[in-house]
C-alpha cells in the first residue's frame, strides 16, 4: 500500500466519525478557545471510549471491586483481577456510567468526580495530565458539563468496540489529534509532526530489512524520547503491519508536557498497545529508560532550544563519561537537539540498532575542534556509526520553515556495504505544493517525493535522480572526509645565520606570528605545509602540542551549484527594453509631445 492510501486510511466514515464528535465544541464556543477545544474533546473522546468498551463487564466489574475491598485485596493483585474481568488493561469500579450520569443531572458534577475517579491508576494518571480537573470545572462553570456529557452519549458518538474497532478508533483519535493540532496553526509543530515526515523516516528507518519483513514478520521495539501525541511510534507500527500482519511492535516514549503525554498514553491504550511503555518526564535530566536498549528510534526533538533547566543533571551525568549518555562532550547551552542524538545512540541495540532522528543545521556545523559539538559528530562519525543524512525541503514543518535534516544512524552499519563511508542526499528540491497551507508548512512529500528518496537511499552512489521536476542528489564520502586538524603554526627565531634558534632542542617561535591552518585529516600535514606554507615562510613549522580534532559536515557547500551571473549584455538590452516600454506608456498618457 502506498503513503497517500495510507494517508487516505482516515477514509470518508473515519472522518466523519470525527467531525461528529468535533462538532460537539459548539456546544464550548465562548467558553473556550478555539483553540482551547481539544482540552475537553480529547480527554472525552478517551473516557466515552473507554466507557463503551467497559459496558458489556461493567457490573461484573463493579460487583468484584466490593468483593476484594471486603477482602482488603490491593495492589498488583486487584488491578490484574479487574482488567482480567474487564478484558482489558483498564477498569471502572464506580456505579457510574454515561448513562447514569444523566439520569441525575442535579448531582452531575460531584457523581462526574466519582465516576473519574473509579477509573484505574493508567487512566486516571491520562485524566491528570490533561489536568481536566480544571477544564471540568469550567464546564461546572459555563453549565456545558451536563450537555457535554449527553452529547457524547447519543448516537453520533458511539464508540463500542463492536462498532469501531480498536484500528479505526485510533484513527478516529488521530483525526481529532489533528484537527487539535492545527487549531493552533503554527504552533502544531510543538508537538505534531506530520505523517508525510514520518512516513518517510520509517521507509529509511525499516528499509534494509523491509523484504525480509514482508517475507516473515518480526518482532521488534521501539522508542521515541520526545513523542509529543506518539503520531511517529503509531505511524511506525502502521508500516509495519503493512509490511506483515504478522509483525509485532512495542512501542516505548518520554515526553514532558503533560497534555501531549496524556494524549500519547491514551492513544496507545485506545489502540490496545503498550501503554505502560509510554513515561512522562525530561528525556535530558530524568531518563524513564536508562539501560534500555531499542530495535528503531524514530524522533523528532525539540531544536534550538536550551538546556539550562537540565544543566544541572547533564552535567552530572557527563563527569560519567562513556558509561552515560553525554560521555562524547557537551554542545553549547543554547541548542540541546544534540544532547537528544546521544541520548539516542546509547539506547540502540548493539550489533542492529537503528535511528532517525530531525536536526536542524546547526548539528552539522556549528562548533570549533575540540568543542563539545564537534566532539559530538567526531564520536559518531569516527564510531561509523552514521549512515546517511537527508537534508529536507524548507516550509515541511507546521512551525518552521528552515533547513531540516534526518540523519540515519545505525549500529550494525559495519556490516554492511556503508562501512566506513557517509552518504548525503539533498532532498530540498524534492516536494509537492499544498493546495492550503497550515503555519509554516506549504509542502508535502507525496508518494513519488519519498519513493526517488529511498531509492537514493538504498542505490548508495554518487547520482543525480530525477522524475518529473522532482530532483534528488545523492553524494558518498569517506568518513575521514569531514573530519580536519586544525594546527597551529609557528615562524621559528632565526640567529644571524639564518638557522633557527634553539632552546633545549625546541625551535623557539616568534611572538605575535602564529597562524591557524584547517588541513583536512585526509591529508598528510608536512605535506600540507610544504606545498602551502613553506613556499612563504621557510621558517614555518607546526606546534604538534596545539593540535586539534575537528569533525563538520559542510552539506550546502558540498551540494553549491554555481550560476554564472547573467552578462552585462544582456542586462544593458533588458535596460534598453525597459525604457522604450517606458517612452511608449508615457505617450499613451500625455500624447504625442
Given at each position: 500500500?502506498?503513503?497517500?492510501?495510507?494517508?487516505?486510511?482516515?477514509?470518508?466514515?473515519?472522518?466523519?466519525?470525527?467531525?461528529?464528535?468535533?462538532?460537539?465544541?459548539?456546544?464550548?464556543?465562548?467558553?473556550?478557545?478555539?483553540?482551547?477545544?481539544?482540552?475537553?474533546?480529547?480527554?472525552?473522546?478517551?473516557?466515552?471510549?473507554?466507557?463503551?468498551?467497559?459496558?458489556?463487564?461493567?457490573?461484573?466489574?463493579?460487583?468484584?471491586?466490593?468483593?476484594?475491598?471486603?477482602?482488603?485485596?490491593?495492589?498488583?493483585?486487584?488491578?490484574?483481577?479487574?482488567?482480567?474481568?474487564?478484558?482489558?488493561?483498564?477498569?471502572?469500579?464506580?456505579?457510574?456510567?454515561?448513562?447514569?450520569?444523566?439520569?441525575?443531572?442535579?448531582?452531575?458534577?460531584?457523581?462526574?468526580?466519582?465516576?473519574?475517579?473509579?477509573?484505574?491508576?493508567?487512566?486516571?494518571?491520562?485524566?491528570?495530565?490533561?489536568?481536566?480537573?480544571?477544564?471540568?470545572?469550567?464546564?461546572?462553570?459555563?453549565?456545558?458539563?451536563?450537555?457535554?456529557?449527553?452529547?457524547?452519549?447519543?448516537?453520533?458518538?458511539?464508540?463500542?468496540?463492536?462498532?469501531?474497532?480498536?484500528?479505526?478508533?485510533?484513527?478516529?483519535?488521530?483525526?481529532?489529534?489533528?484537527?487539535?493540532?492545527?487549531?493552533?496553526?503554527?504552533?502544531?509543530?510543538?508537538?505534531?509532526?506530520?505523517?508525510?515526515?514520518?512516513?518517510?523516516?520509517?521507509?529509511?528507518?525499516?528499509?534494509?530489512?523491509?523484504?525480509?519483513?514482508?517475507?516473515?514478520?518480526?518482532?521488534?521495539?521501539?522508542?521515541?524520547?520526545?513523542?509529543?501525541?506518539?503520531?511517529?511510534?503509531?505511524?511506525?507500527?502502521?508500516?509495519?503491519?503493512?509490511?506483515?500482519?504478522?509483525?509485532?511492535?512495542?512501542?516505548?516514549?518520554?515526553?514532558?508536557?503533560?497534555?501531549?503525554?496524556?494524549?500519547?498514553?491514551?492513544?496507545?491504550?485506545?489502540?490496545?498497545?503498550?501503554?505502560?511503555?509510554?513515561?512522562?518526564?525530561?528525556?535530558?535530566?530524568?531518563?524513564?529508560?536508562?539501560?534500555?536498549?531499542?530495535?528503531?528510534?524514530?524522533?523528532?526533538?525539540?531544536?534550538?532550544?536550551?538546556?539550562?533547566?537540565?544543566?544541572?543533571?547533564?552535567?552530572?551525568?557527563?563527569?560519567?563519561?562513556?558509561?552515560?549518555?553525554?560521555?562524547?562532550?557537551?554542545?553549547?547551552?543554547?541548542?540541546?537537539?544534540?544532547?537528544?542524538?546521544?541520548?539516542?545512540?546509547?539506547?540502540?541495540?548493539?550489533?542492529?540498532?537503528?535511528?532517525?532522528?530531525?536536526?536542524?543545521?546547526?548539528?552539522?556545523?556549528?562548533?570549533?575542534?575540540?568543542?563539545?559539538?564537534?566532539?559530538?559528530?567526531?564520536?559518531?562519525?569516527?564510531?561509523?556509526?552514521?549512515?546517511?543524512?537527508?537534508?529536507?525541503?524548507?516550509?515541511?514543518?507546521?512551525?518552521?520553515?528552515?533547513?531540516?535534516?534526518?540523519?540515519?544512524?545505525?549500529?550494525g552499519k559495519k556490516k554492511t556495504r556503508r562501512s566506513g563511508k557517509v552518504q548525503l542526499?539533498?532532498?530540498?528540491?524534492?516536494?509537492?505544493?499544498?493546495?492550503?497551507?497550515?503555519?509554516?508548512?506549504?509542502?508535502?512529500?507525496?508518494?513519488?517525493?519519498?519513493?526517488?528518496?529511498?531509492?537514493?537511499?538504498?542505490?548508495?552512489?554518487?547520482?543525480?535522480?530525477?522524475?518529473?521536476?522532482?530532483?534528488?542528489?545523492?553524494?558518498?564520502?569517506?568518513?575521514?572526509?569531514?573530519?580536519?586538524?586544525?594546527?597551529?603554526?609557528?615562524?621559528?627565531?632565526?640567529?644571524?645565520?639564518?638557522?633557527?634558534?634553539?632552546?633545549?632542542?625546541?625551535?623557539?617561535?616568534?611572538?605575535?606570528?602564529?597562524?591557524?591552518?584547517?588541513?583536512?585529516?585526509?591529508?598528510?600535514?608536512?605535506?600540507?605545509?610544504?606545498?602551502?606554507?613553506?613556499?612563504?615562510?621557510?621558517?614555518?613549522?607546526?606546534?604538534?602540542?596545539?593540535?586539534?580534532?575537528?569533525?563538520?559536515?559542510?552539506?550546502?557547500?558540498?551540494?553549491?551549484?554555481?550560476?554564472?551571473?547573467?552578462?552585462?549584455?544582456?542586462?544593458?538590452?533588458?535596460?534598453?527594453?525597459?525604457?522604450?516600454?517606458?517612452?511608449?506608456?508615457?505617450?499613451?498618457?500625455?500624447?504625442?509631445?
Amino acid at each position: 500500500m502506498s503513503m497517500e492510501q495510507l494517508q487516505r486510511q482516515t477514509n470518508a466514515n473515519i472522518q466523519a466519525k470525527a467531525n461528529l464528535i468535533w462538532e460537539i465544541a459548539t456546544h464550548l464556543v465562548g467558553l473556550f478557545k478555539p483553540h482551547e477545544y481539544g482540552k475537553v474533546i480529547l480527554p472525552m473522546t478517551v473516557l466515552k471510549r473507554f466507557d463503551d468498551a467497559l459496558k458489556p463487564t461493567k457490573d461484573a466489574v463493579v460487583s468484584k471491586a466490593a468483593e476484594l475491598e471486603a477482602e482488603r485485596i490491593v495492589g498488583d493483585a486487584h488491578d490484574g483481577i479487574l482488567c482480567e474481568i474487564a478484558g482489558r488493561d483498564f477498569y471502572n469500579t464506580s456505579k457510574f456510567d454515561f448513562a447514569r450520569l444523566l439520569a441525575d443531572p442535579d448531582n452531575i458534577e460531584a457523581n462526574f468526580e466519582t465516576y473519574l475517579q473509579g477509573f484505574s491508576d493508567n487512566v486516571k494518571d491520562i485524566i491528570e495530565n490533561f489536568d481536566f480537573s480544571n477544564t471540568v470545572k469550567l464546564m461546572v462553570k459555563g453549565g456545558v458539563l451536563f450537555v457535554t456529557i449527553q452529547e457524547f452519549n447519543s448516537a453520533k458518538a458511539d464508540m463500542s468496540p463492536d462498532k469501531i474497532t480498536s484500528a479505526d478508533m485510533g484513527y478516529i483519535f488521530e483525526e481529532l489529534i489533528r484537527k487539535f493540532s492545527e487549531s493552533y496553526d503554527a504552533q502544531a509543530g510543538a508537538h505534531f509532526t506530520s505523517r508525510d515526515i514520518i512516513y518517510l523516516m520509517t521507509e529509511l528507518l525499516v528499509s534494509p530489512e523491509k523484504e525480509q519483513i514482508i517475507a516473515r514478520g518480526c518482532a521488534r521495539t521501539a522508542y521515541d524520547m520526545a513523542m509529543g501525541t506518539s503520531q511517529m511510534l503509531g505511524c511506525l507500527m502502521e508500516r509495519l503491519k503493512q509490511f506483515n500482519r504478522n509483525t509485532a511492535l512495542t512501542c516505548f516514549g518520554q515526553e514532558f508536557n503533560p497534555e501531549t503525554y496524556a494524549i500519547a498514553k491514551a492513544d496507545m491504550l485506545i489502540k490496545g498497545g503498550h501503554a505502560s511503555g509510554m513515561k512522562y518526564g525530561d528525556t535530558l535530566s530524568d531518563d524513564q529508560f536508562k539501560d534500555y536498549e531499542f530495535d528503531y528510534i524514530i524522533s523528532n526533538p525539540p531544536f534550538g532550544i536550551d538546556w539550562k533547566r537540565e544543566k544541572t543533571a547533564v552535567e552530572e551525568e557527563a563527569k560519567h563519561g562513556y558509561s552515560g549518555r553525554f560521555g562524547p562532550g557537551l554542545p553549547t547551552i543554547s541548542d540541546g537537539q544534540m544532547l537528544f542524538l546521544l541520548n539516542g545512540v546509547k539506547k540502540l541495540k548493539e550489533g542492529s540498532g537503528r535511528m532517525a532522528i530531525i536536526q536542524n543545521g546547526s548539528s552539522l556545523f556549528t562548533g570549533d575542534a575540540g568543542s563539545g559539538a564537534s566532539e559530538i559528530r567526531r564520536h559518531v562519525i569516527e564510531g561509523d556509526l552514521v549512515e546517511a543524512i537527508i537534508q529536507l525541503p524548507t516550509d515541511l514543518f507546521y512551525n518552521t520553515g528552515i533547513s531540516t535534516y534526518i540523519w540515519l544512524l545505525s549500529k550494525g552499519k559495519k556490516k554492511t556495504r556503508r562501512s566506513g563511508k557517509v552518504q548525503l542526499i539533498d532532498a530540498s528540491k524534492c516536494f509537492a505544493k499544498r493546495r492550503k497551507n497550515i503555519g509554516s508548512k506549504r509542502v508535502d512529500l507525496d508518494d513519488a517525493c519519498i519513493d526517488l528518496i529511498v531509492r537514493a537511499y538504498n542505490e548508495f552512489s554518487n547520482e543525480r535522480y530525477m522524475e518529473g521536476e522532482l530532483a534528488v542528489e545523492s553524494k558518498v564520502f569517506e568518513n575521514a572526509f569531514f573530519g580536519f586538524n586544525k594546527v597551529t603554526v609557528e615562524t621559528a627565531q632565526t640567529d644571524a645565520d639564518g638557522k633557527p634558534v634553539l632552546k633545549k632542542g625546541k625551535r623557539q617561535p616568534v611572538k605575535g606570528k602564529s597562524d591557524i591552518e584547517i588541513i583536512p585529516l585526509q591529508e598528510d600535514m608536512n605535506s600540507y605545509l610544504q606545498k602551502n606554507v613553506l613556499p612563504f615562510n621557510p621558517y614555518a613549522y607546526i606546534d604538534y602540542t596545539k593540535n586539534k580534532v575537528g569533525y563538520e559536515i559542510p552539506f550546502t557547500r558540498l551540494f553549491y551549484k554555481f550560476v554564472p551571473p547573467v552578462p552585462s549584455q544582456t542586462i544593458f538590452e533588458e535596460i534598453k527594453a525597459l525604457e522604450a516600454e517606458e517612452t511608449t506608456l508615457m505617450r499613451e498618457l500625455f500624447g504625442n509631445e
